[in-house]
């Protein structure tokens, strides 16, 4: 029977998240979404400036003693090792991983494609995210249980024909969740969240030809906005989605639902 009485189930207070690649961006929107709904929350990214400056914000907006922030590139073991241990240090726990932090060095003809970038991108958005959840079983989540959200991307499900590598890498990421999901339930939760063009820096060149000829493709008529993305993983991190494991959710606006992925 439902118990009318509950806490709201997407209340996150005592829990502790991990999102990286979080000074700007979609990281940054997930991670006050996280801190809004009661949640502690630890910010990564390469840029210490930028980063502190990030946690200044959320700071302000939340409080101060439920954030950390720790200057480290995703693709360092040493710097996930830092991360991981630090914030289960600091805030006694680490309930939420969000591996957010992605990268698309390389666009157009594979056949063109530099190698090293093609690993890089394979390392960063799919090696990395596998390393931060290993290291977050280990020290909280395979003892207590926890969720997990890796930020994939439309194009890991269509291709684009303009960004392949990444798509491909970013397929990857959503297989991996498939597979993490089942080796770690049913105390872990390991979903994905995949992504249209949503207006941060990392997106630019993907609406350079204007943005109101790209979002018309779009049922929604619009790009996405970060708080779009972070509104869903904030769900997905809560016991409201605590039977939902192995899912890639696609916010796109609508638009594979055209059969298309417009000019991304
Ligand atoms: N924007 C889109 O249209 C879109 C669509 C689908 C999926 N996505 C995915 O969404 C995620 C976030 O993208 P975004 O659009 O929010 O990008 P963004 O605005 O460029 O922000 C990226 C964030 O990640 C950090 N970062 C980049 N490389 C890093 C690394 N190697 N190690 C640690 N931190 C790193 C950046 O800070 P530093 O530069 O200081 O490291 C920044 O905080 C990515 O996984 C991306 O693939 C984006």
Redesign the pocket.
């Known amino acids: 029977m439902t118990d009318i009485t509950a806490a709201h189930p997407q209340d996150l207070t005592g829990r502790a998240a991990l999102v990286?690649?979080?000074?700007?961006?979609?990281?940054?929107a997930i991670a006050a979404q996280l801190l809004a709904r009661g949640a502690s929350v630890t910010i990564?990214?390469?840029?210490p400036d930028?980063?502190a400056a990030a946690a200044e914000r959320l700071a302000a907006a939340a409080d101060a003693d439920r954030v950390l922030a720790l200057p480290?590139?995703?693709?360092s073991a040493d710097a996930r090792e830092e991360a991981v241990t630090r914030t289960v240090e600091r805030f006694g726990n680490l309930a939420i991983l969000v591996n957010?932090?992605?990268?698309?060095p390389t666009y157009g003809a594979l056949m063109d494609a530099d190698l090293d970038a093609v690993r890089k991108t394979f390392d960063?958005?799919v090696v990395a995210a596998l390393g931060f959840v290993q290291l977050a079983h280990k020290a909280w989540m395979g003892e207590h249980g926890g969720a997990v959200v890796n930020?994939?991307?439309?194009a890991g499900i269509r291709s684009s024909g303009v960004i392949p590598a990444y798509g491909a890498s970013?397929a990857a990421l959503i297989r991996l969740t498939e597979e993490l999901a089942w080796q770690l339930g049913p105390s872990i939760r390991v979903n994905a969240v995949a992504?249209?063009?949503?207006k941060?820096?990392?997106?630019t060149a993907?609406y350079a030809e204007g943005e109101e000829k790209v979002s018309a493709a779009y049922p929604m008529k619009r790009l996405?906005t970060?708080e779009d993305v972070a509104g869903l993983v904030a769900f997905l991190v809560s016991d409201a989605a605590s039977w939902i494991t192995g899912e890639t959710v696609r916010v796109d606006g609508g638009i594979l639902a055209t059969g298309s992925l417009g000019s991304a």
């Open positions: 990286t690649g979080a000074s700007r961006g979609i990281g940054f990564t990214a390469r840029k930028e980063l480290g590139n995703a693709g957010n932090t992605g990268i698309n960063t958005n930020i994939a991307s439309v970013k992504p249209a063009i949503v941060t820096t990392f997106a993907l996405g970060p």
